[in-house]
């Protein structure tokens, strides 16, 4: 089945307009902390991480290739519980940018779920 990439690329701005309502990231933070609260409260070990959505296949490297620029796009910063995969909190921005951007925002709502020993970043480090 083919898909419109137009009706993909308005959904997306559709989760980024979803996202940026007064309400919505309390709603979301309440969420998460009940969920979590209720299956696994006391991980020692938590993850974050980003990764950006959007309507077209290409990836980083072909396009990079291709002397293109990548344009907006939507990004999701999430923090899970490494034991059970829960998310502890997320933020949805707009790409790019450098994954250090929302990690704090991240942190800080993930700080009201749990408070685990150990955290793992996903973010590319350059030397």
Not at 47 to 53: H, L, V
Request: glycine share 4%.
């Amino acid at each position: 089945m083919q898909t419109d990439g137009n009706s993909e690329a308005s959904a997306l701005f559709d989760v980024k307009k979803f996202t940026d309502r007064r309400d919505t990231p309390h709603i979301v933070v309440s969420m998460l902390l009940e969920i979590v609260c209720q299956f696994d409260n006391e991980s020692e070990e938590a993850a974050i991480d980003s990764t950006g959505m959007e309507s077209t296949s290409a990836s980083a490297h072909d396009v990079a290739r291709s002397g293109k620029q990548r344009k907006k796009y939507v990004k999701v910063s999430v923090c899970m519980v490494a034991s059970s995969l829960l998310p502890s909190s997320l933020a949805i921005i707009w790409g790019p940018s450098n994954d250090k951007t929302e990690a704090g925002e991240v942190l800080a709502k993930a700080s009201n779920v749990n408070t685990p020993d150990r955290l793992f970043c996903g973010c590319r480090l350059r030397r």
